[in-house]
């Protein structure tokens, strides 16, 4: 069974810079999931796509968010990285790493957990001074 866990900071202070890694574990073909994802829940709103790597190396973003966001991977260790930048108390949310084979789903910008294969835990990410 593949596993996806979420690991980082739960307190930022503002403008600070927001990094949080997914590790890819189990399963037969952990990597072989081509698409790397995440998702945020603010409170009390709905889920919200923020971007995605391909396996390859390319890059997907939220138009909202692209300016501040960054993903990385190390596919030796089955790890993508998320860094956003200059963090707001707007940016406050539980913060979900979902893998997907699917490029519609990313292209689409998905944000439910029903479109993609795995889905982590969740992390909260809390930014106050």
């Known amino acids: 069974q593949v596993q996806l866990q979420e690991s980082g900071p739960g307190l930022v202070k503002p403008s600070q810079t927001l990094s949080l890694t997914c590790t890819v574990s189990g399963g037969s073909n952990s990597t072989g999931f081509y698409y790397w994802s995440w998702v945020r829940q603010p409170p009390g709103k709905g889920l919200e796509w923020m971007g995605a790597?391909?396996?390859?190396?390319?890059?997907y973003y939220s138009p909202s968010l692209k300016s501040r966001t960054s993903f990385s991977r190390d596919t030796s260790k089955n790890q993508f990285t998320l860094r956003l930048s200059s963090v707001t108390p707007e940016d406050t949310a539980v913060y979900y790493c979902?893998?997907?084979?699917?490029?519609?789903?990313?292209?689409?910008?998905?944000?439910?957990?029903?479109?993609?294969?795995?889905w982590g835990q969740g992390t909260q990410v809390t930014v106050s001074s």
């Open positions: 979902a893998v997907t084979q699917s490029r519609v789903v990313v292209i689409n910008a998905c944000p439910g957990s029903d479109h993609y294969d795995y």
């Open positions: 790597i391909a396996y390859g190396g390319t890059s």
